[in-house]
DNA sequence: ACCAGTCTTTAGTATGCTATAATGACGACA
DNA sequence: TGTCGTCATTATAGCATACTAAAGACTGGT
């Protein structure tokens, strides 16, 4: 009944829920890499299935249901997620890709021993919040670092997980959640981001900071 | 190209090929609980790919290069139960069924990082031997222990591994790869076999019998 | 209030795997 | 050697997912 692929359209409209709601078909079709026709087709039967609503030329917004679902997988795939590094020794720019397909075979049993072994972490090695068993699931609070002005600070959140460049690329900068981050400057026009990272300074650009998000101290 | 579905193909008729070769249909089909006109569907196209060499109405058997795929499977399979039981506290009658849906999912990475971790196994948590990463495997050399005699001993060299109850009754005898074995007497007509396993004495049944391998020593 | 451009849906096709029902090949045995 | 029962195959259909192409709905701007 639920399939991976079902799994994958699930957890994908919950993220971008997140953002903007009701969720727009081809937004689903640009985060799956997938034709909107396609779409079209699996929202249809996740409709019939109680999954999600869907209002014909606007959009889809989860059942209960089907964000308990989403919920699942997310929580199944951030905790493989940390404990790839953890355990395995993974740095975090090659987990996301794993997990990804872990994330639809693992069972309950594997994910709560994990779960045990990593004491019940609250949070992915991408600063991602990981929901609870029960479903529940820590807000998110951070601003992309891209809408920072100078003078603001505070510390790194999570950062975007899905580009493992970009994510090699943070490392270099010693940016990773737990991070103090303070804006020395922003140059207009799309420029560059002069940031103080812990003891360091770097130019960002505004494309990298849109995915490094920053819970603000001031 | 090769499917979860397909891999499971090659890894069943792999196995059966141990026992008889070319492999029948209705063998794949039994192992695997479809109907024979399913499984006549995917070895035609199995054969297009090369995997597999079909003689219609005879059966099947696997190219090199299926083997090599079969091989990959099983070594994936065998892996994931150690880790489950080595590093994760599972039971071995509990890791076949897991190991089931991460063999399709786990990347070379993955294995060849538990294999490093568990020191590169030669055997399962049921002894079935773990073919190496250039896909050499050890030959098997136990016999049932239900075609044995009075009088024969040896060593139990695995056990069946897809069967919970079967492992969890086994469990309770003592039987498990490595244990001592000694045929005391075999009643007629199917009647239960006594032995010595270890320290203690057991009468056991055909069936059960049947699925445990003994290495023979005298 | 309409029109143009965009977004969404429908229609039709393909692939992969499964099933049931019916046909065809094989082999054992009289 | 012919026949019968078993095994394998073909034929047809359904479900899930994807695609392209075309038609329909919505919305922003004049």
Redo the contacts with the bound molecule.
């Keep these: ?1 639920i ?4 799994e ?2 699930l957890k994908t409209i919950y993220k971008i829920e997140l953002e903007e709601s009701p969720v ?4 689903i ?1 640009k985060a ?15 409709a019939e299935l109680d999954l999600l609503e ?7 917004t989860l059942t209960p249901s089907g964000r308990k679902v989403a919920l699942s997988v997310i929580r199944r795939h951030r905790l493989v997620e940390l404990y790839l590094t953890q355990s395995l020794g993974y740095s975090w720019d090659e987990v996301h890709d794993e997990a990804e397909r872990l994330e639809h075979a693992v069972s309950d049993k594997f994910i709560e021993r994990i779960a045990t072994i990593l004491g019940h972490p609250a949070s992915d090695p991408h600063g991602a919040p990981i929901p609870t068993k029960d479903g529940t699931i820590a807000p998110r609070v951070g601003h992309p670092l891209s809408t920072l002005v100078a003078g603001q600070s505070g510390m790194v959140e999570r950062v975007s997980d899905d580009d493992p460049a970009l994510l090699r690329y943070l490392s270099t900068l010693g940016i990773q959640p737990g991070s103090a981050v303070r804006v020395r400057d922003v140059a207009p026009y799309g420029g560059p981001i002069h940031v103080r990272i812990d003891d360091n300074e770097h130019d960002i650009g505004i494309e990298a900071a849109s995915h490094v998000f920053i819970e603000l101290t001031a």
Tied chains: 1, 2.
Excluded at 36 to 41: H, L, M, N, R, Y
């Design positions: 009944m399939t991976q692929e079902r994958d359209y727009r078909t081809t937004a079709a799956l890499g997938v034709e909107p026709a396609s779409v079209t087709g699996v929202i249809k039967r996740l869907h209002q014909p030329y606007k959009g889809v």
